[in-house]
């Protein structure tokens, strides 16, 4: 959330970006996302796509391997994929 700078009675208000993207996400039926979600689909698809670890961590700036594993969300449907192609070869 995004704070406004203080009005004339001290209280801080919701920026314009806010409320909008309040909207938006009720519009689309996503009352319970934020924006925070979308680290999380990022780092997943990463290492669905085969980078290494180490890569991913550098891209998105994790300094340690659990809090990239903490962000890792892998789809099973992927992961089982993934076997079938081992297993097969």
């Known amino acids: 959330m995004f704070f406004g700078e203080p009005s004339g009675d001290g209280k801080?208000?919701?920026?314009?970006?806010?409320?909008?993207?309040?909207?938006?996400?009720?519009?689309?039926g996503l009352d319970d996302f934020r924006s925070h979600n979308l680290r999380h689909e990022a780092?997943?698809?990463l290492v669905e796509a085969g980078?290494?670890?180490?890569?991913?961590?550098?891209?998105?700036?994790?300094?340690?391997?659990?809090?990239?594993?903490?962000?890792?969300?892998?789809r099973a449907a992927d992961l089982v994929a993934k076997l079938d192609r081992i297993q097969s070869q």
Request: proline share 0%; glycine share 4%.
């Open 51 to 74: 980078l290494s670890d180490q890569k991913v961590a550098a891209i998105r700036g994790h300094k340690s391997m659990q809090m990239l594993r903490r962000y890792t969300q892998l």
């Open 12 to 28: 801080r208000g919701l920026y314009a970006y806010t409320k909008l993207w309040n909207q938006a996400k009720k519009q689309a």
């Open 43 to 45: 780092v997943s698809r």
